[in-house]
């Protein structure tokens, strides 16, 4: 399988613990995308990078979010003191020569 | 307001129906469109990208862009049930990769 690679599928934890998500995007795609998507809405924008840049974050992301994108290749999603407002599907995309993004499966992220 | 509005639905057809969908937005820079399937639980999966005001076809699936009136829809030819799913419609600007999605519309094909 070539595509958008999350994991874990999905990440239950208790409020005030910490979690990591990891992408591993499409080999080609310099750009990456993290968005977060809560239920009955559409996905919201997040962070994105150029190789291992990080060019924005939106106001969505908090201090307790930090992403890293090593050496340009795979990127980690990490959310400190997670908190109930928390949960959501957390998505990964990356963009395609023509500009179309190509997401994957997606992180779903409960807090209890 | 939402920069980018969509009729949550639920929408309910007969299989073989055409499914109508659309989306309304605000901002006039939006120059690409797009729209993605979502199953429950999954990624959202691009059906159909196009560029500025135009239609697009592509097998049962024919997206149109009218710019003057900030409007998209996509039609679904001979729906099947395997067509259940929440459709987004998603934009952005030429000098902005970031997309701009609607809230979804779920979509139930009844067999």
């Known amino acids: 399988d070539t595509g958008v690679s999350q994991n874990p599928r999905h990440k239950i934890t208790k409020r005030g613990q910490n979690v990591t998500f990891r992408c591993d995007p499409i080999s080609e795609h310099n750009r990456l995308y993290w968005y977060r998507q809560t239920l009955g809405q559409g996905p919201e924008f997040l962070t994105y990078?150029?190789?291992?840049?990080?060019?924005?974050k939106s106001r969505l992301l908090s201090d307790r979010f930090s992403a890293e994108r090593p050496k340009g290749s795979f990127s980690t999603l990490e959310i400190q003191r997670t908190e109930q407002g928390d949960s959501a599907m957390y998505l990964c995309a990356t963009q395609g020569s023509g500009g179309e993004l190509f997401f994957g499966e997606g992180s779903r992220l409960t807090v209890l | 307001q939402k920069e980018v509005e969509q009729d949550p639905g639920p929408l309910s057809v007969p299989e073989g129906a055409i499914v109508s969908l659309n989306c309304t937005y605000s901002n006039s820079a939006f120059q690409y469109f797009m729209w993605y399937r979502q199953y429950s639980r999954k990624g959202p999966e691009l059906l159909m990208y196009?560029?500025?005001?135009g239609n697009k076809e592509d097998g049962r699936f024919t997206a149109q862009v009218d710019k003057s009136s900030k409007y998209i829809s996509l039609f679904i030819r001979d729906s099947q049930p395997s067509d259940s799913a929440t459709y987004l419609c998603?934009?952005?600007?030429?000098?902005?990769?970031?997309?701009?999605f609607g809230a979804g519309t779920t979509v139930t094909v009844r067999a």
């Open positions: 196009t560029y500025s005001s």
């Open positions: 998603a934009m952005r600007a030429s000098n902005d990769y970031k997309l701009s």
């Open positions: 990078f150029q190789n291992e840049a990080q060019l924005e």
